[in-house]
């Protein structure tokens, strides 16, 4: 899985880029709308809006506009009636595809994504057509060069973490989705830092493509990140060396 997992880690890295041209912080906000409408106001007892919180600290989101999203979303404060929704798709290759979204209007969303499926050599898929093919996972990575496998272990098999993967320059782990701050907590505390912390969808198994199919679904990728309202994109291919090198270039 180490095509998709370098694709992953580039997929991140564009993100903080497109944080400097604000896109992002559209995103971090309205997550942390819907995790607190879903679970809350308080990061210490709603898990995924600490995670949403951390992502908009790190996109350096200031904090009065974190307060405001939290107060919009427990309905303190008035608000757009923003709702969240996953569609399943399948792209170039017969790649699996979720498309979360959050949106005040979902038929305009719903319309969007089939048509950007459907122009860029994809479909609609029925629901959960595709959805089981993937895992609620949370992922930290580790430098490999300042920290060994033994350490990562020894820190992570205690705080929850139930698969580590050797993905070339780093460690990367995971673990449920209700351990992740446990386990980010435990990694701090005992002074092992973090690449890079993140809640995802993982896929079960990846389809490897050829560098025109990869070219392809890269293009539907970025046309349907493009949307207003689409908030993350999972699939399941595994790009090729040559592409990946393309990408780092």
């Known amino acids: 899985m180490a095509g998709h997992s370098k694709w992953h880690n580039i997929q991140h890295r564009k993100g903080r880029q497109d944080a400097k041209k604000g896109k992002i912080f559209t995103k971090v906000t309205k997550e942390i709308m819907l995790a607190a409408k879903s679970g809350g106001g308080d990061p210490d007892k709603n898990p995924r809006l600490r995670a949403a919180v951390d992502a908009a600290k790190s996109a350096n989101l200031p904090k009065d506009r974190i307060e405001t999203a939290i107060r919009k979303g427990t309905g303190e404060l008035a608000g ?28 305009r969303s719903v319309a969007e994504i089939r048509h950007q499926l459907s ?83 993982v896929p079960r198994t990846t389809i490897g493509v050829d560098v025109e199919t990869g070219r392809r679904l890269l293009k539907l990728y970025d046309a349907l990140d493009d949307l207003d309202d689409v908030q993350n994109i999972y699939a399941n291919f595994e790009l090729p060396d040559e592409l990946l090198r393309e990408l780092e270039s």
């Open 80 to 107: 757009d009636q923003i709702e969240e929704s996953v569609y399943e798709g399948y792209g170039p290759g017969g790649v699996a595809m979720l498309v979360e979204v959050a949106t005040d209007n979902k038929n």
């Open 119 to 201: 122009k860029n050599g994809g479909s609609m898929g029925e629901a959960g057509s595709v959805a089981w093919m993937f895992d609620h996972k949370g992922v930290l990575s580790f430098d490999k060069e300042t920290y060994s496998e033994e350490q990562i272990l020894e820190v992570g098999l205690e705080a929850g973490v139930d698969d580590l993967i050797d993905d070339g320059q780093v460690w990367q782990v995971r673990c449920a989705p209700e351990d992740y701050n446990l386990v980010k907590e435990a990694y701090s505390a005992s002074g092992i830092e973090f690449a890079e912390a993140f809640l995802t969808m």
